[in-house]
């Protein structure tokens, strides 16, 4: 038969895909998401071979033809058209580099869908280019891959080694839809001998938490660092909330510390009620920020927040004596907790900066700001005095009155001993 563009259009998708005839080897294939692509099969030196020449519409029934055309003259002069577009594809692929794709990738993939994507440019940039860069991707075999993501993994950070990894799989899977890779290296490399998913059900006990904050504040990393990650179990806060939060936000005449909508994951603004605890630490935080307008400016710049992934590390270099946490399940931790103590469930979710679902998340607009505030000191007091027992604490009642014995730390007399001088390095 012989196809027009209306009968092409009459054709309806089936529950498996089928092929329409038009001439002279040209077929129209439909699937059953309703796309359309053209083929041409033929025979050369008794042997049939088909070839994809373009989808429909963009190729038209009479630009289909013209390449069928120009295939049919390859053929009766002996010529294989799949070879040569497989030639064609080899030889893309031999003059692409993973720098030029990466980049390609980074534009074309990644700022279009990603919100924050400076740990996929920093992997680029810091960990992939330096040695695959200018390596051609049909070059880059599964040991080279290996190479990279097993150092990331065996100094220490297994989590970042399979983030890398999959980096490297979704380049190479759109380089193999782009024709300018044949194989993706990075599949033989299964994220089973990189790094193990951990459970999101992490919640920190009673005893774990006093291990938490004995542990921390006996630790070498910076006091920001110290600081930072307790003020994220007394708030409850995202770590991006805590890393660009700003003095402008700061009110410590009415306690209250704003988290702007460009800052919540939310996309609405949040407002943190500071207990006594948080406020003693925010105070000591404007005096090590030297001047700048962040709560965390970086150690290089006053005007540049601490690095995204600077919190992981610094947790990640102390050595707890408790099972493996994110700084996520901190939140969680005091989620659970709270639950436990008997705090309504929405309140604990406001606090959390939470969206509220179903039909109550519509029409409750509360926003449970005494609640919060009397939760959140609850919560502070409740920590401090994990914090400073030897012994499991005796009463843990709301009035926030605990009777403790033999203290071995003391946050406030730590912060006395290793108050540092404000120097930006």
């Known amino acids: 038969m012989h196809l027009t563009d209306a009968a092409i259009k009459a054709l309806k998708p089936r529950e498996i895909r089928y092929y329409v005839r038009d001439d002279r080897g040209l077929y129209l294939e439909i699937f059953p998401t309703g796309g359309r692509a053209w083929r041409y099969r033929y025979r050369l030196n008794g042997k049939a071979e088909k070839v994809a020449i373009g989808k429909y519409p963009d190729l038209s029934l009479k630009a289909a033809r013209q390449k069928r055309d120009e295939m049919a003259a390859m053929v009766a ?3 294989s058209p799949a070879s040569r577009k ?6 893309v692929a031999s ?14 993939v990644v700022l279009p869908n990603v919100k924050d994507p400076k740990n996929l440019r920093r992997w680029l940039d810091k960990e992939i280019y330096p040695v695959l860069g200018n390596q051609p991707l049909r070059d880059i075999t599964s040991s080279d891959v290996q190479a990279i993501v097993f150092r990331k993994r065996d100094n220490g950070r297994p989590a970042s080694a399979g983030a890398i990894r999959n980096l490297l799989k979704r380049i190479f ?17 299964p994220m089973r001998f990189i790094t193990k998913a951990r459970p999101r059900t992490r919640a920190l006990s009673a005893d774990e938490i006093k291990a938490y904050l004995q542990t921390l504040y006996r630790s070498n990393i910076r006091r920001q660092f110290k600081l930072a990650l307790h003020i994220i179990l007394l708030t409850l806060v995202r770590k991006s909330e805590l890393l660009f939060a700003e003095w402008n936000d700061v009110d410590f005449v009415a306690g209250e510390w704003q988290v702007p909508q460009e800052n919540s994951k939310t996309g609405q603004p949040h407002i943190i009620y500071m207990s006594r605890q948080v406020a003693e630490m925010f105070h000591e935080l404007k005096a090590l920020a030297g001047g700048s307008g962040l709560v965390l400016p970086s150690r290089s710049s ?17 050595n707890f004596p408790i099972e493996p946490f994110t700084i996520h399940d901190l939140r969680r931790t005091g989620s659970t907790l709270l639950h436990e103590k008997g705090y309504p469930s929405d309140v604990v979710e406001k606090a959390l900066n939470h969206t ?10 509360a926003q449970y700001a005494e609640q919060r505030k009397q939760m959140l000191q609850f919560w502070a007091d409740y920590l401090e005095a994990l914090a400073t027992q030897n012994n499991r604490t005796v009463s843990t009642e709301r009035s926030g009155e605990f009777r403790s014995e033999q203290p071995t730390v003391s946050i406030k007399a730590e912060k006395q001993k290793h108050q540092p001088e404000v120097v930006f390095d």
């Open 86 to 91: 497989q030639a064609a594809k080899v030889e």
């Open 77 to 79: 002069n002996d010529q």
């Open 356 to 365: 509220i679902g179903g039909v109550r998340g519509v029409y409750n607009r």
């Open 95 to 108: 003059a692409t580099t993973m720098r030029k794709f990466g980049e390609r990738y980074y534009r074309e």
């Open 173 to 189: 899977d759109y380089a193999i839809v782009c024709n300018a890779a044949l194989t993706n290296p990075t599949l033989a490399t």
């Open 302 to 318: 006053l005007d540049k927040p601490f690095a995204k992934n600077a919190l992981n590390q610094a947790l990640e270099g102390v």
